[in-house]
């Protein structure tokens, strides 16, 4: 039996976002933008390695929105 999660995640600037935690997927995660949001689905045999790979997600995904917000503020001093 495989385990799931979709992960919807309303950030500014989300392709973007998407396109900086892509390079992290597995062969089980698929990201795509989706009515301005960050949607990620990923599969797993188990529930703690669905586990793990969301938390690793989730920390990936916050340092790409931290980039995010740091570089449109660099931007928008210059």
Known sequence: MTRTA?????VDGPETVARAVRPDNTAEM???VEDGAVVTD???ETTSG???TVDDYV???TVAVQA???AADYDNNE
Do not use: K
Not at 6 to 10: D, K
């Open 50 to 52: 669905l586990r793990s």
């Open 30 to 32: 698929a990201t795509r």
């Open 59 to 61: 920390v990936n995904l």
């Open 42 to 44: 990923i599969e797993r």
């Open 6 to 10: 979709t992960l919807r995640s309303a």
């Open 68 to 70: 995010r917000e740091h």
